[in-house]
């Protein structure tokens, strides 16, 4: 018999058990020392404890499921360790420069359709299209501005239908899986980083 714990991650509650819970609790504190001394660590914890909550939320298909060890482990696995994501950076620092991504960039994600907040002129939309086609932004534009002169205009029904339909990409992770990237904690980091920056 086990004992099971109730807890509140990124606003969500979790049953949990108690190795798990032990395990899950170290898990956290190494993140969080290693965040903590960086510029918006805060931010990057919350989105990754945030990912954190989706990751159970996935695995815990009702609310009476109770997350156990092997869940954990699993999402440990996904999100990688701080000290992985600093030696891959080290190791690519201490080479030359190379242009290719670091391990935790390569685009294996599958890509998702948000709206853009952050580059939109308007809605996001064409911002968000041209991550999901893998093209310019400008060139995605200039498409639907050709498009809307070429249709009389019937382009902006399909852009405000694209707007209204299309969520926009709120959270680190959703911008991470508008671009195709992985979700772990070199990433979320980097995207916390370059945006305080």
């Known amino acids: ?8 991650i990124s606003g969500t509650v979790f049953h949990i058990d108690e190795d798990a819970y032990d395990k899950l609790k170290s898990y956290l504190a190494i993140i969080g020392n290693h965040f903590r001394k960086e510029v918006g660590g805060q931010e990057i914890i919350n989105d990754i404890e945030a990912r954190m909550a989706e990751l159970f939320a996935q695995r815990t298909l009702n609310a009476q499921e109770v997350v156990n060890l092997d869940m954990v482990l699993a999402v440990e696995e996904i999100m990688g360790l701080p000290d992985d994501f600093l030696d891959a950076e080290e190791a690519t620092g201490s080479e030359e420069k190379r242009t290719d991504e670091p391990p935790y960039q390569q685009r294996s994600q599958a890509k998702r359709l948000y709206r853009d907040p952050d580059s939109r002129v308007l809605g996001g939309v064409c911002s968000g299209l041209s991550h999901y086609m893998k093209m310019d932004k400008v060139l995605a ?6 498009l809307f002169l070429i249709t009389s205009g019937a382009a902006a029904l399909i852009y405000l239908i694209l707007w209204i339909a299309v969520p926009k990409a709120r959270t680190t992770s959703q911008k ?4 195709g990237e992985k979700i772990n904690i070199g990433s979320i980091g980097k995207s916390v980083k370059e945006e305080f920056s």
């Open 176 to 179: 991470l899986e508008m671009r």
């Open 141 to 146: 534009r200039v498409l639907f501005f050709i």
């Open 1 to 8: 018999m086990k004992k099971t714990l109730t807890i509140n």
